[in-house]
């Protein structure tokens, strides 16, 4: 049974009040809406890194940069197949 297929059994108040209090739901929400609001994929995918990063995903600086690099990289090669 996957993690949603669970998630959507939980009929338990409590637990979702739990779950709406965590600082990783107000990340997905916070990332939903602003998802909602882009008008291209290239800001789409900035300000998910903008997430990711905030939050220490690359672990440092050096592979932040890296990422960031990577990413922008991949948009320079989408932009030009469009």
């Given amino acids: 049974m996957s993690n949603t297929e669970r998630f959507s059994r939980c009929v338990d108040y409590g637990q979702i009040t739990r779950i709406r209090a965590r600082k990783s739901y107000a990340m997905w929400l916070k990332l939903y809406r602003q998802i909602a609001l882009c008008k291209c994929k290239a800001e789409m995918l900035r300000y998910f890194y ?25 948009i320079k090669d989408l932009n030009k197949g469009e």
């Fill in 50 to 74: 903008k997430t990711l990063d905030n939050r220490w995903y690359f672990g440092s600086e050096q592979k932040s940069d890296w990422s960031e690099e990577s990413l922008e990289q991949v």
